[in-house]
């Protein structure tokens, strides 16, 4: 090939596609570390009067529709009450404050440790509220619960058992989810959320590698909080921030992967698009905050180098986008080529998508999924994140250059079946009319498969066609959720921030 155009398109083409191979061969790596069998299990639990005193803490904002379930479920936990405190931290700005006051008062005339913590700011979101609460607990061990989460009664019982070891500073446990099978977009969560937890975090685990608290469903020891330097709200995630700076520490976590707390999966596309935002942009601050700190500790090299690829793997979404945005150029310039690059093309597309089909079919498995509805969703993850890649992409990008910003929680609803009702109900998501991108990348992805199809290069047309159903998937996901609102049932959104 002597055209320097030509070359340079090509050139770029592989440098975007070869990191995406490489994120696929780390995928491969942790489904066979996840085969391994599971840590031992930890000791039985220490006597009644020796127990630990627990203080759980429920940070929330404005949740009228699952404030009342949250504080039922955590009254009910196994767990002696004189070792028991339990903390509503409450930054609301409607009814939910009085709900929680009447329920809170109820439970204390019960004989429970029950206390409401109410601010009138905001300030550093849901880690000024953990730090606000941390401030005047009781406790030696600290449990949070998002507002959406129904513990199982014994969740205490199976975890404060680990921290017998004096070196486990936090204990996660897996997600569940009530909606799971509420629409196809909650069981494609569902499924990315099982391959998350199943297959990231037992891996990691099980190599002694770092990983993450996830926010909620987990419990941390005081002191591992304290040392680490407490909760911070300069990242979007709180959470994976502390947890590595308390593993950069010397503590270790432990992920029981058996304890299953479920909680509501976002029903809408703008919810989830949110919730995207908040997670990949956290993400990449957290690398900016922390990646000279990881490079410069006294750890082995796996350890260091799978947690630069765990805090970096958002950064995939904008070589999605630039992958996307070369389609057109590089079969173009290839179609001299025929399939004189084929050696070169297959090894990479299989790593980056043969890897994702193995990575999700095992996580669907473990998770008791049946293969023939794991088949059936499976295209559609992976054109959901194809879609989602431009909006990630930006909130990747701008986790480079930002620190903070705008904690946008995700809307909760109290939906678990089919029948529930959610449309007419408070907390909508924003309105987002950032689609712009979204249109022009399906758009332009239409237009590949058109010139595809005139060029006969139809051996690409499935690979082509992904991408522009993924893109096609999130425009028509938004377009019905603004139909929706439109006819109806839009909600006080104002307080869905």
């Not at 490489?22 to 009067?49: D, I, N």
């Not at 004189?82 to 439970?107: C, F, G, K, M, N």
């Not at 997600?175 to 509420?182: D, K, P, S, T």
């Not at 930006?394 to 930002?402: E, H, K, S, W, Y």
Request: glycine share 8%.
């Amino acid at each position: 090939m002597k055209d320097p155009l030509s070359f340079a398109i090509l050139a770029a083409y592989y440098a975007v596609l070869a990191p995406l191979a490489l994120y696929g061969l780390h995928r491969v790596v942790l489904l066979v570390v996840a085969r391994r069998p599971s840590p031992t299990a930890p000791a039985p639990a220490k006597p009644s009067s020796l127990l630990p005193l627990v203080t759980v803490q429920l940070p929330l904002y404005n949740e009228r529709y699952v404030a009342r379930r949250l504080l039922d479920a955590v009254a009910g936990l196994d767990y002696p009450s004189e070792r028991l405190e339990i903390q509503v931290l409450d930054d609301s700005t409607d009814d939910t404050t009085s709900i929680l006051r009447a329920r809170v008062e109820e439970l204390r005339a019960q004989g429970l440790d029950v206390v409401l913590v109410h601010r009138c700011s905001r300030a550093g979101f849901k880690a000024g509220a953990l730090a606000a609460g941390l401030g005047v607990a009781r406790g030696e061990l600290i449990v949070v619960f998002d507002a959406d989460f129904l513990p199982p009664t014994d969740f205490l019982q199976r975890t404060v058992p680990c921290f017998v070891d004096p070196g486990v500073g936090m204990v996660q446990a897996r997600w569940g989810h009530v909606n799971r099978g509420f629409s196809l977009l909650t069981r494609v969560q569902a499924l990315l959320l099982d391959a998350h937890f199943l297959i990231e975090h037992a891996a990691r685990a099980r190599a002694g590698c770092f990983f993450n608290f996830n926010g909620t469903a987990g419990v941390w020891r005081r002191s591992t909080i304290e040392d680490a330097g407490g909760w911070q709200h300069d990242t979007l995630t709180e959470d994976l921030d502390l947890s590595y700076r308390a593993q950069l520490r010397g503590c270790r976590f432990v992920f029981l992967d058996d304890l299953v707390a479920p909680a509501e999966l976002p029903v809408e596309i703008a919810a989830l698009r949110g919730q995207q935002r908040r997670w990949t942009r956290g993400s990449v601050q957290c690398l900016r905050k922390l990646g000279g700190a990881l490079c410069r500790a006294p750890i082995p090299w796996r350890i260091r180098a799978e947690a630069l690829a765990h805090l970096g793997a958002n950064l995939c979404y904008p070589l999605m986008v630039a992958l996307t945005l070369l389609l057109l150029p590089a079969m173009w310039v290839r179609r001299d080529v025929g399939f004189g690059l084929a050696w070169l093309d297959l090894p990479m597309l299989i790593a980056a998508t043969g890897s994702l089909v193995a990575f999700y079919l095992t996580a669907a498995a473990r998770a008791g999924t049946s293969r023939r509805e794991a088949a059936v969703l499976l295209p559609v993850l992976m054109a959901l994140g194809i879609g989602m890649s431009w909006h990630n992409a930006r909130a990747a990008l701008g986790g480079l250059v930002r620190r903070g910003g705008e904690f946008e929680r995700t809307p909760k609803y109290d939906v678990r079946g089919r029948s529930d009702r959610w449309r007419d109900r408070r907390y909508r998501p924003r309105r987002n009319p950032r689609l712009t991108g979204e249109v022009v990348l399906a758009a332009y992805t239409l237009c590949v498969v058109g010139a595809a199809l005139v060029g006969g290069m139809w051996w690409s047309l499935p690979f082509l066609l992904l991408f522009f159903a993924g893109y096609a998937y999130v425009l028509g996901l938004a377009a019905l959720a603004s139909h929706q609102r439109d006819s109806g049932g839009v909600g006080d959104a104002a307080a869905a921030v």
